[in-house]
């Protein structure tokens, strides 16, 4: 089983910064790719940024130039640097990470909240 837990969400006032970071343990593939996806209420769940085992990234138009993804591979550990904070971005943020091996394998974190007020 795999576990993902986020933490650092919050309320920040618009034009400032956050950074999301996302633990995961368990029975992890090496060769993975982890992200970042936020749903706001009432919308679907969207990519906000992915980043491979690689070193591969892949941004939503809307947070590029704003956002950073990073990982710790030794740790298992995945942030995103998020800075120029909008009203717009206020969701709840999950942290994800996939391989396929055989199968496809995915698993979410339980979100945590950001709220941008303007």
């Known amino acids: 089983q795999v576990q993902l837990v986020e933490s650092g969400g919050g309320l920040v006032q618009a034009g400032g910064s956050l950074i999301l970071s996302c633990a995961a343990s368990?029975?992890?593939?090496?060769?993975?790719?982890m992200g970042w996806y936020r749903q706001a209420p009432g919308k679907q769940r969207e990519l906000v940024a992915q980043?491979?085992?690689?070193?591969?990234?892949n941004y939503a138009d809307s947070v590029k130039g704003r956002f950073t993804i990073s990982r710790d591979n030794a740790k298992n550990t995945m942030y995103l640097q998020m800075n120029s904070l909008k009203p717009e971005d206020t969701a709840v943020y999950y942290c994800?990470?996939?391989?396929?091996?055989?199968?496809?394998?995915?698993?979410w974190g339980q979100g945590t909240q950001v709220t941008v007020s303007s």
């Open positions: 994800n990470i996939n391989w396929r091996k055989s199968r496809f394998y995915n698993y």
């Open positions: 368990g029975s992890i593939f090496s060769i993975n790719t």
């Open positions: 980043l491979t085992i690689g070193g591969s990234t």
